[in-house]
């Protein structure tokens, strides 16, 4: 038994197949007859097909021409008060008090008269009415809606033909592809989308963040190894990952492994200031098939993840870029590069690693080396915009 929101899903997609048809047929014979009765003063477009009238009528008084076919079946032409104002002040001057419940004859013969010419021309599209008719139906009238305007007016207004279904006998657009079916979105699985991937974050003295040098180890204490979270513009979601048990390693604590212990370093207030590092693929390519998977809270096993290179971030400057690795539970990145901050001023010198430029005198050229030597002093912390709780 074909339920009710079936029966409207299938006259709804019946209309679909049938609009070309009744677009070239009625908009083109409409937009004719208003330029012979009009000398080509308006413009007309179709906007809707249904057949459903409460919709339409809501929000407007109506100027209603019928036109009887026979004792059963009757065209109706609906004009929108704004519709009538626009032809009438067109035609006969504008009047900016003007309501359709107090139409005058003059003006409603003009009305009348367009819309008798507008049957006659697409009277050519009914049938003739079948010689005995059954009991009227609920939606058995197709409503067409047009809007009206005047030429190069961005102003327009409804008018709607109610058509009897029985008298139509529109074409259906046929494909021409024989096999082709409903949009499958399996189509799309395979089609790829780039995204940026959190794999965690973690706090970092300032201190140690200066320090940081190539083959060094960076551990994120907010991750989780089956934990991502994936991020495309604005939409950000948390994903369940199959860990590679390749990235498993171990820190030597005599090389690499940047977990300073705070009271190693120079006391100072400098030294207790903390700021929030992350650890993100940019660029990473997904295919639509695994954007579903991770919408639908599926446990995935994203191995191109791996094969990107991983990018460190404060404050969203790239400080450094690594390979990702695991130890125990938790995601770490081994630094394979080191950015300087860019020079406030053009200089053709290298850039200090996140800090100021420091032009050397004129008589004395200060050696590479002896500017590495030098770079505690010269570590700008103004880098970094902290908030309160960061002190």
């Known amino acids: ?108 013969k003009i009305i009348s008269s ?81 995204v940026k991937i959190k794999v965690g974050k973690t706090k970092f003295y300032l201190k140690e963040l200066k320090n940081l040098e190539k083959e060094d180890i960076v551990v994120f204490e907010d991750s989780d190894v089956n934990l991502m979270k994936l991020i495309y513009k604005d939409y950000e979601k948390d994903f369940k990952i199959i860990p590679n048990p390749g990235l498993v390693t171990s820190i030597n604590n005599d090389n690499g492994g940047h977990n300073m212990d705070k009271h190693s370093l120079s006391q100072s207030l400098w030294d207790e200031i903390q700021v929030e590092m992350g650890a993100e693929f940019e660029k990473v390519k997904i295919t639509l098939g695994e954007l579903k998977d991770i919408e639908e809270g599926l446990v995935l096993d994203l191995s191109s993840v791996y094969d990107n290179k991983i990018y460190l971030k404060v404050e969203n400057k790239t400080i450094a870029t690594g390979e990702l690795i695991i130890i125990n539970d938790r995601y770490g990145v081994k630094i394979d590069e080191v950015f300087a901050s860019e020079p406030t001023i053009p200089q053709q010198q290298d850039s200090q690693p996140f800090g100021e430029v420091h032009e050397a005198p004129a008589e004395e050229e200060v050696p590479q080396a002896q500017e590495a030597a030098n770079s505690d002093e010269e570590f700008d912390y103004s880098d970094f915009e902290l908030d309160d709780q960061d002190i």
Do not use: C
């Not at 009238?141 to 102003?155: D, Y």
């Open 1 to 108: 038994m074909e339920t009710k929101s079936e029966t409207k899903l299938s006259e709804r997609d019946e209309l679909y197949t049938q609009y070309n048809w009744f677009y070239h047929s009625f908009l083109d014979s409409i937009q004719v007859a208003a330029n012979e009765f009009f000398s080509d003063l308006f413009d007309f477009k179709l906007i809707s097909i249904s057949k459903n009238i409460n919709i339409l009528f809501q929000g407007d008084d109506y100027f209603v021409t019928k036109i009887r076919i026979d004792k059963h079946h009757d065209v109706f032409f609906r004009a929108s008060e704004e519709s009538v104002k626009i032809i009438l002040d067109k035609i006969l001057g504008e009047n900016k008090k003007f309501k359709i419940t107090n139409i005058t004859e003059l003006e409603a």
């Open 114 to 194: 367009f819309n008798d010419y507008l049957y006659n021309n697409i009277s050519k599209f009914l049938l003739n009415p079948p010689p005995k008719t059954k009991k009227r139906k609920n939606f058995d009238t197709v409503h067409l809606t047009f809007f009206i305007k005047q030429k190069q007016s961005r102003e327009g207004a409804k008018v709607i033909v109610s058509l009897p279904q029985i008298l139509l006998a529109p074409q259906v657009i046929q494909t021409q592809n024989e096999n082709f079916e409903k949009f499958n979105k399996s189509s799309f699985t395979t089609s790829k989308l780039d």
